[in-house]
DNA sequence: AGTTCAGTGATGCGT
DNA sequence: ACGCATCGCTGAACT
């Protein structure tokens, strides 16, 4: 069956695939699927891993030309030199629905400023996403002794980048004259994380979902 | 043809997905792209966008149950209700070959650590991937005045986070009694964070591969 | 269009 | 195994 650029379509097949664009790759010859989807997404995908060995984002336009399909996206431009055709199938009403998500960082983050109390005793204003010059603070809370609690929530587990996040934020609560402590919430955190933190005021708080 | 759930297949099918693990989630009703790779990889594909609508990491079991696919990996699954199979095509001799990336950030580092005068003139060591407790700095410069000059490079656009890493890596030698400045080197950096890097001691180096 | 951050991030490299 | 930074990150929300 001949290559129709302008259907979906999966193709398994014998190819070279080269790309430039905002870097470059080269990949060896051997069999790939080759994914192409109507809005332009284009991914070319190996025997193993999670990753396509090579892709165009939504937008690209894909080209037949002799035995080469050649997919274009501003500045991105992906070769694909067609050596042998294994199998080639037209995907025909496929479903664009969106997957409905659950257990994320907003919901723990909602829970965590709903029973602030069991974190914070003292708490009086609780904000959530409130806003500063140097981005959003997950959990803001002013306690009984004026003090700013920042609290910045991670769903997995916390690193060295949560410590440097948190810390922006209490550098400007700092320069506009507030008391401030650092919270970072989390069910883990990694060891060199918690040692940074105890250093520079900065406290863990354990917190999961099945609070 | 019967699904083998041994074999690396793509099967386009109308299904319902439900997944439960690190997060949950339910997909509808609809035709979607199922590939199955030999290292357990399952990838659920709609028919619009780069990412996978569900997918299990390398190291999932596939069961096939009446009319259910049942992906399991640790604490995670992927419940897949088959309830027309619209094609099925098993993949052999599917190549795992690696994509090879070149312009990518170590090569911009290599680059300017190579010509660092250009960047610092009065540069009289150089470290690559310098280690310190908070995370190893891309560039470590010493001048002619004993200045140590904190250099990270971006491949891309510079956002606040850079601004942030820089800070952890400054402080510590300020805190071990050196004297600093930090830089960020990139081929583009965002208003916000130049503004950010002005008024904490830490200046942009241009920089791109066509150097 | 630009900026920011979450992500079931994944992936690779180091310890 | 953990810890960390990169990624052609993607995607979404907000300005």
Chains 1, 2 share one sequence.
């Not at 990949?27 to 190996?46: A, C, F, Q």
């Not at 998500?101 to 409130?130: C, G, H």
């Amino acid at each position: 069956m001949q290559i129709r650029v302008e259907q979906p379509f999966s193709l398994y097949a014998d190819v070279d695939v080269t790309y430039d664009g905002r870097a470059a790759s080269t990949l060896e010859r051997g069999n790939y699927l080759i994914v192409h989807k109507s809005d332009g997404t284009l991914l070319v995908m190996g025997g193993d891993k999670y990753k396509p060995r090579n892709y165009q984002a939504p937008g690209a336009i894909l080209k037949l030309h002799n035995n080469q399909l050649v997919s274009t996206r501003k500045d991105e431009r992906i070769n694909i030199i067609l050596h042998n055709i294994i199998s080639y199938t037209e995907h025909h009403d496929w479903s664009v629905a969106r997957t409905k998500v659950t257990k994320t960082e907003a919901e723990l983050r909602d829970k965590i400023a709903a029973s602030i109390k069991d974190y914070i005793p003292n708490a009086i204003e609780v904000f959530v996403e409130f806003q500063t010059p140097v981005g959003n603070v997950d959990i803001l809370v002013i306690d009984a002794n004026n003090v700013y609690c920042v609290i910045e929530v991670k769903r997995g587990r916390a690193s060295l980048a949560a410590c440097s996040q948190i810390r922006r934020y209490t550098e400007y609560f700092n320069e506009i004259g507030r008391q401030v402590k650092g919270y970072i919430a989390s069910p883990q955190i990694s060891k060199n994380a918690l040692k940074h933190a105890g250093g520079h005021n900065i406290a863990w708080l354990k917190a999961d979902h099945s609070i």
